[in-house]
């Protein structure tokens, strides 16, 4: 074992340095990052380190450290010229995953980053030859993102020394048809670099890309794309695996759950050179067999959400009677960069009172009721002050605008929720089954033990897709 000073010494980890695979003690991993035997004079900077690693004849695994560290290095300047600040901590450790060459999950609240990390990393990689495709549930969204990315490439061009920028394509729907037949061309012919596109794209035109060969796949808001059972398989086609892996995946699974063990196959755990990255707020969508097939293939499952802190401030307040009103008030007060969400219960039209509200206050407000290619433009250069819409996870205001500059703040006119309305003339047994599900865990033990068998047997008989 390698000689160490005991003063200040916690722990010595059996096996564990980078470079030869001995012992390692606490201090040196901290100071050098390779034990005494490797190197026993101090070195700091890791690039000597390399250096005089070479010079002993001694370099080992550490010199795939490096060239990580360094790739990673070169990764974060890339992302400061193109963002104007260097990636948060969070983004640097899932950069290092995807340079590794690991597929992953990430599990973090709306405003992290996970969006402009996924662009940017695809953007670094087209830059070395690579394919990407960022699914994302909205064609809103794949508007917002080819406007960013324009701005992106523009720094590209002015910075960079490449003979040959990166080809960035979208798909989405609304798009005037002859645009939309030549991005279709391109995407058959495999002429770009990076493809954005909707989980319906794939959904609907999977044989346009079944061929390509993406190194790095980006899934934004993972929970609106797992509904769809058939874009697991469609994914884990793209990512190199066939129909019988598929197969043998959910066969071991259940063969797993009957508590019977097979070992897994060979091609598991492997991508191809490929990498997955699913990305969300919550991750909470159902644990159905086909999720664990991430588990199977990628070594990964899609998980629950963790608590981050954010610079957000939660308050509210008790309406005194015309919410209308309270919500001019409030803009007026606050100013331009808001978004108005009304419960879905009081549908668009009450979204429509309230915009018209702060029109006739002098308030430019603009409702979202279907894809206008526009709106976000004239929203961030300030045509308009405000965005109004419905409090749905399905409405494309709510997911995942990366917008920071332009929306300062959100206001709910009226508490978000949805109501289900049950009576015995209706006799909708999902329904039941919904609100019983929903109100359980207020149940008294008594009730409890009445609504639980009445669950079971409703999940029998409704469909659950």
Not at 70 to 91: D, H, I, N
Not at 244 to 258: F, G, H, M, P, Q
Not at 300 to 314: D, L
Request: net charge positive.
């Amino acid at each position: 074992m390698a000689t160490v000073t005991l003063k200040g010494l916690r722990a010595i980890y059996r096996g564990m340095c980078p470079n030869c695979g001995g012992d390692i003690s606490d201090q040196e991993l901290l100071t050098v990052g390779v034990c005494s035997r490797c190197l026993p004079t101090t070195v700091r900077d890791s690039e000597s380190v390399y250096l005089e690693l070479v010079k002993r004849g001694k370099i080992g695994g550490y010199a795939k450290v490096l060239e990580i560290e360094f790739e990673l290095k070169r990764f974060s300047e890339f992302f400061s010229m193109l963002v104007g600040s260097r990636p948060w901590a969070l983004q640097e450790v899932w950069a290092k995953r995807v340079l590794m060459g690991r597929s992953f999950s990430i599990v973090a609240p709306t405003g992290i980053g996970k969006t402009l990390f996924g662009l940017v990393m695809a953007l670094y990689l087209a830059r070395k030859g690579k394919k990407s495709y960022i699914i994302v549930p909205t064609s809103l969204l794949v508007r917002h993102l080819l406007d960013k990315v324009s701005a992106f490439l523009e720094k590209i061009h002015n910075k960079d020394d490449l003979t040959k920028m990166p080809t960035v394509i979208g798909y989405y729907s609304a798009m005037p048809k002859k645009e939309s037949n030549e991005t279709l061309k391109r995407i058959e012919s495999q002429d770009f670099s990076i493809l954005i596109t909707t989980d319906r794209f794939l959904y609907n035109r999977f044989n346009l890309i079944r061929n390509v060969k993406f190194d790095f796949i980006f899934v934004d808001d993972v929970d609106s794309f797992l509904k769809s059972p058939k874009n697991i398989d469609k994914i884990v086609l793209l990512m190199g695996f066939g129909p019988e892996d598929i197969e043998e995946a959910l066969k071991t699974e259940e063969t797993s759950a009957s508590g019977e063990r097979i070992p897994p196959s060979d091609r598991w755990g492997q991508s191809h050179d490929r990498v997955l990255v699913v990305s969300g707020a919550t991750l909470r969508g159902k644990r159905t067999k086909r999720i664990k097939i991430f588990r199977r293939l990628f070594g990964f499952e899609p998980g629950f959400s963790p608590e981050f802190v954010r610079n957000i401030s939660n308050l509210y307040l008790k309406s005194k009677g015309n919410v209308k009103e309270e919500v001019v008030e409030l803009i007026r007060r606050h100013g331009p960069g808001c978004l108005v969400f009304v419960p879905q219960v009081k549908g668009v039209e009450y979204a429509k009172s309230i915009a018209l509200s702060l029109r006739e206050a002098g308030i430019n407000t603009f409702v979202y009721e279907r894809m206008d290619p526009k709106m976000l433009e004239k929203f961030v250069n300030g045509e308009y002050a405000v965005l109004a819409g419905v409090a749905s996870n399905r409405s494309p205001l709510a997911r995942g605008l990366d917008l920071p500059e332009t929306i300062r703040y959100i206001v709910f006119a009226g508490v978000p929720r949805r109501e289900i309305r049950v009576g015995i003339s209706e006799y909708s047994p999902q329904k039941i089954l919904t609100l019983l599900r929903a109100l359980s865990p207020f149940f008294e033990d008594k009730f409890l033990k009445e609504a639980t068998p009445i669950i079971s047997a409703l999940s029998k008989i409704v469909p659950v897709s």
